[in-house]
T-cell receptor, first 115, second 116 residues
Framework: ETGVTQTPRHLVMGMTNKKSLKCEQH?????MYWYKQSAKKPLELMFV???????ENNSVPSRFSPECPNSSHLFLHLHTLQPEDSALYLC??????????????FGPGTRLTVT | AQKITQTQPGMFVQEKEAVTLDCTYD???????LFWYKQPSSGEMIFLIY??????QNATEGRYSLNFQKARKSANLVISASQLGDSAMYFC?????????????FGQGTTLQVKP
């Protein structure tokens, strides 16, 4: 596997379910990100991890719980979601640090539908 | 506050012609980077081109070039010789030097459709 992978690619869940999204990067990066992309809206940054430490939480509801066990893996644990949480969830990775030239590499996304 | 604005929700271009996608930005950071990404209907965001705020020349990557006008705070993407495979959504993004988390600020995106 190369680049950034995400599983599952599609997920349908009820509001009372608990599920997890997984992201894995094979690029040797030390920063990982979760984004939410709703229809007709720009990407919204949710969480940032640098060297496994959470460095940004963009006022995300607690029903979304991230986990970063190591620099290569990032999870998003979901529970008691609402229909408005239906969206494309994108994971990205980059080199960590303050260099502005570090581009982010994205995974293919998980398309989530909450019923 | 940092902001990216893309004012064209949708654009059409004839195959083999050039097209310009607009992007303006606002930041008070002394140094910043500007990025363009392509998002096909499959959903994956594909990095296209990067421009640094202190770069003297406009960035180019194959058929993609960036028309960077720092005084006007604009970073327009130019796609030359459009192909049917260029039909996608395009996002402009910025990363400022004040951010120690590396986050990108994205614009609303422009949907490009290439006509045969």
């Amino acid at each position: 596997e190369t680049g950034v992978t995400q599983t599952p690619r599609h997920l349908v869940m009820g509001m009372t379910n608990k599920k997890s999204l997984k992201c894995e990067q094979h690029l040797g990066h030390n920063a990982m990100y979760w984004y939410k992309q709703s229809a007709k809206k720009p990407l919204e940054l949710m969480f940032v991890y640098n060297f496994k430490e959470q460095t940004e939480n963009n006022s995300v509801p607690s029903r979304f719980s991230p986990e970063c066990p190591n620099s290569s893996h990032l999870f998003l644990h979901l529970h008691t979601l609402q229909p408005e949480d239906s969206a494309l969830y994108l994971c990205a990775s980059s080199q960590a640090g303050q260099e502005v030239a570090y581009e982010q590499y994205f995974g293919p996304g998980t398309r989530l539908t909450v019923t | 506050a940092q902001k990216i604005t893309q004012t064209q929700p949708g654009m059409f271009v004839q195959e083999k012609e050039a097209v310009t996608l607009d992007c303006t930005y606002d930041t008070s950071d002394p140094s910043y980077g500007l990025f363009w990404y392509k998002q096909p209907s499959s959903g994956e965001m594909i990095f296209l081109i990067y421009q640094g705020s202190y770069d003297q020349q406009n960035a180019t990557e194959g058929r993609y070039s960036l028309n960077f006008q720092k005084a006007r705070k604009s970073a327009n993407l130019v796609i030359s010789a459009s192909q049917l495979g260029d039909s996608a959504m395009y996002f402009c993004a910025m990363r400022g030097s004040s951010s120690n988390t590396g986050k990108l600020i994205f614009g609303q995106g422009t949907t490009l459709q290439v006509k045969p």
